[in-house]
């Protein structure tokens, strides 16, 4: 059992940076590879990152590569989401999420992800 809490979220103007962190207690969190998740009102959750066990892959999706950089420190449990020039459209609460079972197929797939936290609203305003 691995318990997930997001923090760092807030009201940023476009342009802006925020970063997100995922903290992990629980079972041991270098054993789970990670993801971040977002879901805006009235849309479907979205994948938008996800960091291998050991933090050497990740996958981005299109819309925040370049912008958003996913770490982890294994030491202290936790993983962040640094995310730069943001914009209206990343607006969403976003959600961080861990697996057992990843691989270069799945790693968009919410339904891999076994455990989730509660969220953390990111507005950006225009």
């Known amino acids: 059992q691995v318990q997930l809490v997001e923090s760092g979220g807030g009201l940023v103007q476009t342009g802006g940076s925020l970063r997100l962190s995922c903290a992990a207690s629980?079972?041991?969190?270098?054993?789970?590879?990670m993801g971040w998740f977002r879901q805006a009102p009235g849309k479907e959750r979205e994948f938008v990152v996800s960091s291998s066990r050991s933090g050497t892959i990740t996958y981005y999706a299109d819309s925040v590569r370049g912008r958003f950089t996913i770490s982890r420190d294994n030491a202290l449990n936790t993983m962040y989401l640094q995310m730069n020039n943001l914009k209206p459209e990343d607006t969403a609460v976003y959600y961080c999420?861990?697996?057992?079972?990843?691989?270069?197929?799945?790693?968009?797939?919410?339904?891999?992800?076994?455990?989730w936290g509660q969220g953390t609203q990111v507005t950006v305003s225009s």
């Open positions: 999420a861990a697996t057992g079972t990843i691989n270069s197929g799945n790693y968009g797939r919410s339904e891999i992800y076994d455990y």
């Open positions: 629980g079972r041991t969190f270098s054993s789970y590879a």
